[in-house]
Nanobody, 127 residues
Framework: QVQLVESGGELVQAGGSLRLSCAAS????????MGWFRQAPGKEREFVAA????????DYGISVKGRFTISRDNAKNTMYLQMNNLKPGDTAVYYC????????????????????WGQGTQVTVSS
């Protein structure tokens, strides 16, 4: 079993930056493929970013590419999402997710490919 706890969400003005963290426990963090998703009110869950076991491979959703950066520190069992140039459209609850990948460089962009989810952290971007 894996437990995931997100933190770092808050109210920020458009153009600002935030860094989200996802702390993992319960399983060797370095064996997990990780990802970030978000869900705004009335909208479907959206893929934000994903990272492979050792961070060599990453992928981003179209709406955040070039503004967000995903990273991980396996020594600290923590994944991060650096969010720059935030826009009101980025307002959502952000969730981290984990899965056991088939191979070390695998990254997954579909929510159904993840087995474990955190409780979410609210990010609100004001205009």
């Amino acid at each position: 079993q894996v437990q995931l706890v997100e933190s770092g969400g808050e109210l920020v003005q458009a153009g600002g930056s935030l860094r989200l963290s996802c702390a993992a426990s319960g399983r060797t963090f370095s064996s997990l493929g990780m990802g970030w998703f978000r869900q705004a009110p009335g909208k479907e869950r959206e893929f934000v970013a994903a990272i492979s076991l050792r961070g060599a491979s990453t992928d981003y959703g179209i709406s955040v590419k070039g503004r967000f950066t995903i990273s991980r520190d396996n020594a600290k069992n923590t994944m991060y999402l650096q969010m720059n140039n935030l826009k009101p459209g980025d307002t959502a609850v952000y969730y981290c997710a984990a899965t056991r990948p088939y191979y070390s460089s695998a990254i997954y962009t579909g929510g159904t490919e993840y087995n474990y989810w955190g409780q979410g952290t609210q990010v609100t971007v004001s205009s």
